[in-house]
């Protein structure tokens, strides 16, 4: 038996399949794979026999468009992955949290959903202070705390302290899917209602074999571009207010609202709820309303061009990005970041590219990347990615294949494990669903982006000044209850 | 320089009209339900079973929708043969009460203005703390809107300040996790009374998607005494607007 079992993207296998190895053989294959250059999806806990919790890694090698999923059982304790395989680190830290299993030699292992009861820690020295931000922010933005370790405007360290949003809502999905889930899916992260939704529509269809038609797979696609481009105009806006350059901030901050708009001509919705759906879309669009869409996205392409431009003409503005909170391709790499993150330190990762379904099998978005690693990549990949997703839009509603929009749902097999990868606007999007004996959801794991950036933001502050971080957050601009869950 | 002043002729004036001019929303939006018990079919479930927070319920005292539980799915249109229920372009549904959210075919209560001396000092500059319980970061982006041009909140003196003893107020949103509960408390607690609390979203009202769940607390009254309830999963940014508006008088 091969060390992991081959699944392609938004498709299920028997979860008999999935190798059971033992607890060193896992090691050895996640560690393998990682150094030949896959990325950890997904790394979590289900329950097995008895009080054994069943390990699960989910590996995707873009290089060779190979996901793979194997697997182990531990007990109370087993050797951590971490110290040899640094992407593991946020996860190994849930799967103790989440079953009480100690990955022993963890580096830093503590509650990542428990705020209230962490410690931090602490850099010693007569002259370093410690600041300590949140949960309640300045401005209007989700709750988290970080703590920073500094020397005058110097920071050390920075940890960030997340949990505060979660409201349990994997718990919730055992045992679905039922008339909430979908509801659940679409405020996983409210921003990326589109990527978990399709996420976890490509799961159930993976599950019950119910294939989308090609208008529906199109208009999926364009939903996830049109969500791209308002969540990355707003960032490029936010970046400007963050360095004090008004003119881009005000005109973005109104351009984002243009793209949401769109959307809500779509479905009735701005952030695209009730769109995406198990077996397709739920809404059509006829011929009117794809001209009136093809004729707003020219407009907003074209204000938001000139808006944007503005800031790569601006010195003030470059002086402010450049060299800010800069990561190499080397640690992106070994701390496993994924989506724009990623793809500002020069590294190709983009599940749109790499494992592409639906529309994007037919229809390639070229992967936007730069190698500076700093605030002005992070903007300036935005941008280019902007671009290519206008581009897309365009070419697919003018193409717009004909046929219904939906098809009518089976029951979900039972006992599959179905893998679900799609690239939000903030990056990979992960969801592995698993079935019991009568076909309900016996346990639903998510990862959003934001899961495997956080601590790429902890590390882009190092050494930088604190005044920069709100800069730096903003130029992640990671989600809270996406993490939190 | 002359590329900063060409784009700010060409990105033009941009703030909506409102409230001077009724807003133009998308033809789809699914904005105020009304209900018509009249054409319920005897013993019909499907919109109460078709609800994912059972927000509608049909047997106690007829058809009845609770606002502040809807997500504004518009299940309950899609399973309804009869049209007992339907979503209305009106974006109108903020109340003071949270007993005026129960619809059952009377006409909403919208909220009414504050008392005189309240909107004395209130009237023309409410400064507010966001507190950010829960959720997922929906409301937070429509309330965030409010700041932007196009909406321009600081033309009516209301604004968002960085800190509760700043603050004339706090606007919640999300079902308030026990994890933020505590936070949640010291901020209202740190804002210096008289003060105001206006809880936006099915979550902040509720619970939302997540009513019920052990990890949250169904809702921003279960902490803090609320003034004013904005329903929508999120609310249309004009909605929470026209909430405001109508708590401090400004509307009719």
């Not at chain 1, 390639?364 to 605030?375: A, F, L, N, R």
Request: glycine share 10%.
């Amino acid at each position: 038996m091969s060390a992991t079992f081959p699944v392609y993207n938004g498709d299920a296998v028997d979860v008999c399949d999935v190798p059971e190895l033992s607890v060193a053989d896992f090691r050895d294959t996640v560690i393998r794979e990682v150094d030949a250059g896959a990325r950890i999806a997904a790394l979590f806990g289900q329950a097995a026999n008895g009080s054994a919790v069943r390990l699960i890694a989910v590996l995707a090698n873009g290089a060779t468009g190979t996901l793979g999923v194997t697997s182990t059982v531990v007990s109370d304790a087993y050797p951590a992955l971490t110290p040899d395989c640094t992407p593991a680190h946020w996860f190994e830290r849930e799967i103790a949290e989440q079953w009480g299993v100690e990955p022993k030699g963890h580096p830093w292992l503590k509650p990542m959903r428990s705020p209230n009861a962490t410690t931090f820690f602490r850099v010693e020295g007569a002259e370093i202070h410690e600041v300590a931000v949140g949960p309640v922010h300045a401005g209007v933005i989700e709750p988290g705390h970080f703590r920073f370790q500094c020397h005058g405007e110097h920071v050390f360290h920075l940890e960030i302290a997340l949990g505060y949003q979660h409201r349990g809502v994997e718990r919730a999905l055992v045992g679905g899917p039922t008339k909430r889930t979908i509801h659940y899916m679409e405020t996983l992260a409210g921003d990326t209602s589109v990527g978990h939704a399709t996420a976890y529509c490509q799961a159930v269809e993976a599950l019950s074999g119910d294939r989308v038609t090609a208008r529906a797979e199109v208009l999926r696609g364009v939903a996830l571009e049109l969500e791209r481009l308002a969540n990355h105009t707003g960032d490029l806006g936010a970046l400007a207010g963050d360095v004090g350059y008004l003119p881009t901030a005000a005109y973005c901050g109104r351009l984002r609202g243009d793209f949401l708009n769109m959307t809500a001509l779509i479905c009735g919705n701005r952030f695209s709820r009730g769109l995406v759906v198990p077996g397709g879309v739920a809404v059509d669009v006829d011929a009117a309303r794809v001209h009136q869409l093809l004729e707003r996205l020219e407009r907003a392409f074209r204000d938001v061009t000139q808006a944007v431009n503005l800031l790569w003409e601006t010195p003030s503005v470059q002086t402010r990005f450049e060299n800010t909170g800069p990561l190499s391709q080397d640690l992106c790499i070994a701390l496993g970041l994924v989506g724009p993150v990623a793809r500002a330190c020069g590294v190709e990762r983009d599940v749109r590219h790499e494992f592409p379904t639906g529309i994007f099998r037919f229809a390639q978005i070229p992967v936007s990347t730069w190698h500076s690693g700093d605030v002005f990549a992070r903007a300036y990949v935005r941008w280019l990615e902007m671009q290519r997703s206008v581009a897309f839009i365009r070419e697919q509603l003018a193409t717009l294949p004909a046929g219904p929009i939906r098809v009518t749902g089976r029951p979900l097999a039972a006992n599959r494990l179905a893998v679900s990868l799609v690239e939000g606007w903030r990056g990979e999007i992960c969801h592995v669903a698993r079935t019991d004996g009568g076909g309900r959801f016996a346990h639903y794991k998510v990862v959003d982006p934001s899961f495997h950036n956080w601590f790429g933001l902890a590390m882009a502050v190092r050494n930088q000044q604190i005044s920069d971080f709100p800069l730096c957050n903003k130029s992640f601009n990671l989600s809270y209850c996406g993490h939190d869950l | 320089m002359l590329k900063v002043v060409l784009a700010r002729l060409q990105q033009g004036h941009r703030t909506v009209a409102f409230p001077g001019a009724d807003p133009v929303l998308p033809d789809r939006f699914r904005g105020l339900p009304v209900l018509d018990p009249s054409k319920c079919a005897t013993g019909c479930q499907a919109c109460a079973e078709a609800c994912p927070t059972d927000a509608i319920t049909t047997h106690q005292r007829g058809l009845q929708l609770d606002l502040g539980r809807c997500l504004f799915c518009g299940e309950c249109t899609a399973v309804c043969p009869e049209g007992a229920v339907q979503f209305t372009q009106d974006y109108r549904l903020a109340t003071q009460a949270r007993e005026d959210l129960v619809l059952d075919g009377q006409a909403l209560r919208l909220a009414q203005a504050l008392d005189r001396e309240t909107r004395r000092l209130f009237g023309r500059s409410l400064k507010l703390r966001q507190v950010s319980a829960g959720g997922c970061n929906a409301c937070e982006a429509d309330v965030n809107v409010l700041n932007t041009v196009v909406f321009d909140l600081g033309r009516f003196g209301i604004q968002f300040v960085a800190a509760p003893r700043h603050a004339d107020g706090v606007l919640i949103t999300g079902p308030v996790t026990e994890n933020m509960r505590l936070a949640l408390q010291k901020t209202y607690d740190a804002v210096p009374a008289p003060k105001l609390v206006i809880a936006v979203g099915a979550c902040a009202i509720s619970g939302g998607p997540y009513v019920d769940h052990l990890e949250v607390h169904n809702g921003a009254a279960s902490v803090v005494p609320v003034d004013l309830y904005i329903p929508g999963c999120p609310p249309h940014p004009l909605t929470i607007l026209d909430g405001l508006l109508r708590l401090l008088g400004r509307l009719r």
